[in-house]
């Protein structure tokens, strides 16, 4: 992982012990750029699945009263918790290779 930071941020000790990081304006624009496609590809796929009639995964929870509504996606909790697991895995494992 340090070797695909190098050349991209400079870690500085100043006076006092403290770490500072500095990033080049491109540095930063290149992260938002990604961070932003992430985000559309993100509300992409939610959009496509509302579209498609996916109201959740079987266990989650739902109350619907005559005063307002309750909605607790348990399952998909666990289920999103086990592919960000799983892809921080990979993404470890293919930093190190």
Not at 13 to 26: A, K, N, R, T, Y
Not at 67 to 72: P, V
Request: include cysteine; glycine fraction near 16%.
């Amino acid at each position: 992982m340090r070797k695909a930071l190098k050349g991209w941020m400079e870690l500085n000790f100043g006076m006092g012990g403290e770490l500072g990081i500095e990033c080049s304006m491109e540095l930063i624009g290149k992260m938002l750029v990604v961070m932003g496609v992430g985000i559309l590809v993100i509300g992409v796929v939610v959009w496509a699945l509302g579209r498609a009639g996916f109201k959740g995964l079987p266990g989650d929870i739902s109350y619907q009263g005559q005063h307002g509504a309750f909605y607790f996606p348990v399952v998909t909790c666990i289920v999103l918790s086990v592919l960000a697991t799983v892809g921080m895995w990979v993404w470890q494992w293919l930093s190190k290779r």
